[in-house]
């Protein structure tokens, strides 16, 4: 019998439209040490490659020495945990498939698990956050995309090519907005961050009414919530017009698959009442009627980079062991 001692740390690492945050992990579930980077900065995705591992192994280094780092595990948006690509990303700066599974591998020498961003997140939310001892639920991702994940009887459901849950890209309205994703009236075009902007700037070309919105050169989300906390009715408005396309979107979603909870994660999902009184309401009116009053619409209590990582994390830790160095 071989004697081996268990190397007892991990490397989470979530890549968004943002930023990428890389996390050492215990087997505790503890964060260790942080660093991020800007992810735009790194157009190429060579360059991007390089700068990641350049970041892992200087992480690892400082924090208790790359040798007792296990594997790798990475959330990241159109990622298949099926071919460990990542795939015609719409809102990432690299187009076609991008083998970064096993580009890592090679210049790491060590294991690597990569998954859809929603799927990481599911994971995260279930081994530490709001759906914690649920078996039947569903997280909504709310960013510059609108991805999903879902648990049946406690086990995630990734699809044929791992590529299940796409919610953002399912049709609302025909022949509606132009979408990143190339096709037309997708609920993302409508629910996720610049679906959100152009509501509000469609809205002002509407009215002539005041808002405080007509002042803001760059708008985003974060501020048009913010000024439905002044009594902006046309901000307030951009949000119910909002809620309602959402509500209608998990209404179809929770009456397939039945779940306990939905569970919205992401920068949007923090815009509280606004958003989540009219996308209630909506979701009441078009849900089948057996579930009505039956489903909890809940907001992560979690900081989402911290989960993402933790998320990347645990998906580390199931990737068999792999090593160039033993």
Not at 153 to 171: F, L, P
Not at 277 to 300: A, D, I, Y
Request: aromatic content about 8%; overall charge negative; some cysteine.
């Amino acid at each position: 019998m071989q004697s081996t001692s268990m190397k007892r740390r991990v490397i989470g690492i979530d890549i968004s439209s943002d930023r990428t945050t890389l996390a050492v992990v215990d087997v505790r579930g503890n964060i260790i040490a942080q660093s991020y980077f800007v992810t735009s900065s790194y157009p190429d995705i060579n360059e991007f490659t390089a700068r990641l591992t350049e970041e892992v192994i200087a992480l690892a280094e400082a924090n208790g020495g790359y040798e007792n780092i296990r594997s790798l595990g990475i959330s990241c948006p159109s990622a298949s945990i099926v071919s460990g690509c990542i795939e015609n990303p719409p809102n990432l700066p690299w187009k076609g498939v991008i083998p970064l599974q096993a580009m890592l591998r090679d210049r790491l020498g060590l294991a690597v698990a990569i998954s859809n961003d929603a799927h990481v997140a599911a994971m995260g939310e279930k081994i530490y956050g709001s759906a914690h001892g649920l078996k039947n639920f569903i997280v909504i991702c709310m960013g510059v995309g609108l991805g999903s994940c879902f648990y049946s009887n406690g086990i995630s459901h990734e699809g044929t090519s791992g590529y299940a849950g796409e919610i953002g890209h399912t049709c609302v309205i025909d022949h509606g907005r132009k979408c990143g994703c190339g096709m037309e009236g997708c609920l993302e075009a409508y629910v996720g961050a610049n679906g959100i902007v152009q509501t509000a700037y469609e809205l002002m070309a509407e009215s002539g009414k005041p808002s405080l919105m007509r002042d803001i050169e760059h708008l985003t989300p974060r501020i048009i919530k913010e000024c439905c906390d002044k009594g902006d009715e046309l901000a307030i408005e951009v949000y119910r017009r909002t809620g309602y396309l959402f509500g209608i979107g998990l209404a179809t979603y929770a009456s397939i698959v039945n779940p306990e909870a939905i569970i919205l994660t992401g920068g949007i999902a923090h815009a509280g009442d606004w958003l989540i009184e009219p996308t209630q309401e909506s979701f009441e009116q078009h849900v089948f009627h057996n579930m009505r009053g039956k489903v909890k619409l809940l907001v992560t209590e979690l900081d989402d980079h911290e989960r993402d990582v933790l998320g990347a994390s645990a998906l580390a830790w199931e990737v068999p062991e792999y090593s160039l160095f033993k």
